[in-house]
C-alpha cells in the first residue's frame, strides 16, 4: 500500500552546505556544520557530520547555507530561522534533523 505524501511543497535537492545556530539546554550557544539534503519553501533536511551536540525537536535554529558547487560564477545562499520537527540518530547512515521554516527564506543570488 502506497503512503500518503504529507509535505504540501515539493522538496529540491540542491548542493547546498553551511551553519545552523541553537541555544542547547545547559550548553550555551552551538554551531553545526550541516549539508542539506532537500530543501522546499517549507522546510529543510540537513544532515550532520557526528555532532557531539545536536538540536532536540522543539530547539530554534538559524540556518546559514550557501551553494557547494564548484560553479565560480553563480553564488547562491540561503538564510532562515525555523524549529526543529524531527531528528534521525540511526546507528548506520548519516545523522541529521529536520527543519520547519517560521517564514520563507531569504535567497541570495548573483554573478561571481
Avoid: H
Avoid at 50 to 67: H, M, Q, T, W, Y
Avoid at 72 to 78: A, D, I, P, Q, T
Wanted: charged share 30%; net charge positive.
Amino acid at each position: 500500500m502506497k503512503r500518503k505524501e504529507k509535505r504540501v511543497a515539493t522538496r529540491v535537492q540542491v548542493p547546498l552546505a553551511g551553519i545552523v545556530t541553537f541555544e542547547a539546554k545547559g550548553k550555551g550557544l552551538q554551531t553545526l556544520q550541516v549539508v542539506a539534503k532537500d530543501v522546499s519553501e517549507d522546510g529543510t533536511y540537513l544532515w550532520v557530520d557526528a555532532p557531539k551536540i545536536f538540536p532536540r525537536a522543539g530547539d530554534k535554529v538559524e540556518i546559514n547555507l550557501s551553494c557547494s558547487s564548484d560553479l565560480k560564477r553563480v553564488k547562491l545562499s540561503m538564510e532562515a530561522a525555523g524549529i526543529v520537527t524531527r531528528v534521525s540518530r540511526p546507528k548506520k547512515g548519516q545523522p541529521g534533523f529536520a527543519v520547519k521554516f517560521e517564514e520563507v527564506p531569504i535567497w541570495g543570488k548573483g554573478l561571481g
